[in-house]
C-alpha cells in the first residue's frame, strides 16, 4: 500500500506556471510507476503524464506535451509535474497515481492521491 499526497495546486491566470508534488509513503517509492491525471466537472479523468521506475521512460498526453514536464526523486519519495503556459482548458482536478506497470490507462492505476485542484483564469 502506498499513501499519495498532492499539493501545490492553485489558482492562476493563464500563460502562467504551476509545479504540482505527490509524497509518497507506506511501501518502496522507487518500485511504482507514477502517473498524472486530471478530472474537469462533466468529464472523464483523462492522463496527463507518466514515468517509469528509474524515471527513463516517460509519456505525455498531446494536449500537455510541450508544455508541462514530470519528473521524480525517488530519494524523495516524490513525483511533480512541472505545469508550464497554462491555459484555462487546464482547469482541473490532477491526482497523483501509482502502478507497478508503466502505463497510461487510469483504470489500470492501483493507488491514488486525492487530488488537488487547479484553476486557470483568463
Known amino acids: 500500500q502506498v499513501q499519495l499526497v498532492e499539493s501545490g495546486g492553485g489558482l492562476v491566470q493563464a500563460g502562467a506556471s504551476l509545479t504540482l508534488s505527490c509524497a509518497a509513503s507506506?511501501?518502496?517509492?522507487?518500485?511504482?510507476?507514477m502517473g498524472w491525471f486530471r478530472q474537469a466537472p462533466g468529464k472523464e479523468r483523462e492522463f496527463v503524464a507518466a514515468?517509469?521506475?528509474?524515471?527513463?521512460?516517460?509519456v505525455y498526453a498531446d494536449s500537455v506535451k510541450g508544455r508541462f514536464t514530470i519528473s521524480r526523486d525517488n530519494a524523495k519519495n516524490t513525483v511533480y509535474l512541472q505545469m508550464n503556459s497554462l491555459k484555462s482548458e487546464d482547469t482541473a482536478s490532477y491526482f497523483c497515481?501509482?502502478?507497478?506497470?508503466?502505463?497510461?490507462?487510469?483504470?489500470?492505476?492501483?493507488?491514488w492521491g486525492q487530488g488537488t485542484q487547479v484553476t486557470v483564469s483568463s
Open positions: 497515481a501509482a502502478n507497478d506497470q508503466f502505463i497510461t490507462s487510469a483504470v489500470h492505476y492501483d493507488y
Open positions: 507506506g511501501r518502496t517509492f522507487s518500485s511504482y510507476a
Open positions: 514515468i517509469s521506475r528509474n524515471g527513463i521512460r516517460i
